[in-house]
């Protein structure tokens, strides 16, 4: 008997409980057509907490996280809770989390599905084949850097404060995390950092360089984010691995997802030293839609996916998940983020369905 393992699941703020509903679908398929041993437990995060316990990230729902194998989350926020304490914001419970179980290590990967070309905004011969992956810093940098804040001086004016702030150690681990993954796959890691300013990231450019020379195997670049960015949208295909810090992870990974089509398709894993993981869809709440059926949930199942992966090493479940969402795409059916002339719009929980449908042809 394999034993059982448990994934918390945080569907969160707006879209967060749609979009997860249709990953649950997903693993109640696997666990009755193919036999996968996990069990589910819910719990309140972000805003949804903060209504009904007074906190975005309560106790139960922290000591779950960590009882747990894996992490399944959805989103967090919405203007509802925007002029609340920034102690008290639903993003809070999302940088707690990061924070208390050390997932420190954030892979972002932005792969075009070949039949999503049309929906993006860039020209096909230039994402033509695209399959990148992010490295992001997740638990340093300004984020969680310290002095911060908001302080009136002496002369009644006010400053806001934040600290841009790496240690070697913090730099080093990362840096192990993206080589390995470079040497699995095309062996190019492209660290990013604005070490013409920034002595945080000068560091950072040392650190990576030092531990280079451990990974012979891989050939090490270094760009500057402002550099990065642009060549993100001019010829993204020259990446492979990219290596990068806290804050400009944040901005690159939602520019690297445009490349695909939609944020609405990148899933994103988040581990600690031992591999244990939060797996969330890199898109936020949209409470714009939210409850009406409309978000699309491919990008938490591919998220689901990758816990499968990353944290309880079934690469044979992880691959069936991501055919299925494929062969769903190849059916036509999109939902409206990916829509273009020639396929058949959906509702999120069509979409879930179709999944649902491709992998039980898989079973049969
Ligand atoms: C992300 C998000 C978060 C971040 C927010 C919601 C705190 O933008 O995961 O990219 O800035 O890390
Ligand atoms: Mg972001």
Known sequence: MPTTKKIAVLPGDGIGPEIVGEALKVLDCLRQEFGVAVEIEEALVGGAAYDATGHPLPQETLALAKAADAVLLGAVGGPKWESLDYALRPERALLGLRAELNLFANLRP?????QLIQASTLKPEVIEGLDLIIVRE??????????????TLEN????????????????????????????????????????????????????????GRDYPEVALTHLYVDNAAMQLVRAPKQFDVILTTNLFG???????????????????????????????PIHGSAPDIAGQNLANPLATILSLAMLFRYTLNDEATAVRIERA??????????????????????????????VVAQLRAQAA
Not at 110 to 114: D, G, I, Q, R, Y
Not at 329 to 338: E, H, S
């Open 156 to 211: 009644g004016e006010r400053v806001g404060i934040n600290t841009m702030i790496y240690h070697e150690a913090e730099i080093r681990r990362i840096a192990h995390v993206a080589f390995k993954l470079a040497g699995q796959r095309k062996g190019k890691l492209c660290s990013v950092d604005k070490a013409n300013v920034l002595e945080s990231t000068e560091l950072w450019r040392q650190v990576v360089s030092e531990v």
């Open 110 to 114: 932005a792969v075009l599905h070949p």
């Open 138 to 151: 997740l638990t340093g940098d300004v984020y969680f850097g310290k002095p911060r804040g908001i302080r």
């Open 250 to 280: 944040d901005i690159l990974s939602d520019c690297a997802a445009m490349l695909t089509g939609s944020i609405g398709m990148l899933p994103s894993a988040s581990l600690n030293e031992s591999g244990k993981g939060m797996y969330e």
């Open 325 to 354: 969402v494929d062969g769903a795409l190849n059916a036509g059916v999109r939902t409206a983020d990916i829509y273009s002339p020639g396929t058949r719009k959906v509702s999120t929980s069509e979409m879930g369905d179709r």
